[in-house]
C-alpha cells in the first residue's frame, strides 16, 4: 500500500505530518479521525480532520496535494440525497 506524508493544521494535531494510506484512486479518505482515550476511563474523544488542498500552483492553478484542517464540532456532515425532497419549515 502506499502512503503519502500529510500535514495536520488546527487542534491538537497542529504543525504535525502522518504517514496516511492512499485509497485506490490515488487519494487520502475524506475525513480522519482519531480517538483519544479519556483519563477517566469513559469513552474516547474523537478528533475529527477534513481532506482539503493543500494548495495550487501559481502558473496553472493545479493543485499541490491534500492537508487535513481540524473541525471543531466533531461531526461529519449528512449526506444529502439528490432524489430526496427537502421538507420546507412551514411558517
Known amino acids: 500500500m502506499k502512503s503519502q506524508p ?23 479518505p475524506k475525513w480522519y479521525e482519531i480517538p483519544v482515550p479519556s483519563a477517566d476511563g469513559g469513552p474516547p474523544t474523537v478528533l475529527l480532520y477534513e481532506r482539503v488542498p493543500s494548495g495550487y500552483t501559481k ?4 493543485q499541490k496535494g491534500w492537508k487535513y484542517e481540524y473541525r471543531p464540532s466533531g ?10 425532497k427537502r421538507r420546507r419549515p412551514e411558517a
Do not use: C, Q, Y
Open 6 to 28: 500529510t500535514p495536520f493544521e488546527g487542534g491538537p494535531m497542529d504543525g504535525r505530518v502522518l504517514p496516511i494510506l492512499l485509497g485506490p484512486t490515488g487519494h487520502p
Open 59 to 62: 502558473r496553472l492553478g493545479l
Open 75 to 84: 461531526e461529519k456532515p449528512k449526506l444529502g440525497l439528490p432524489w430526496r
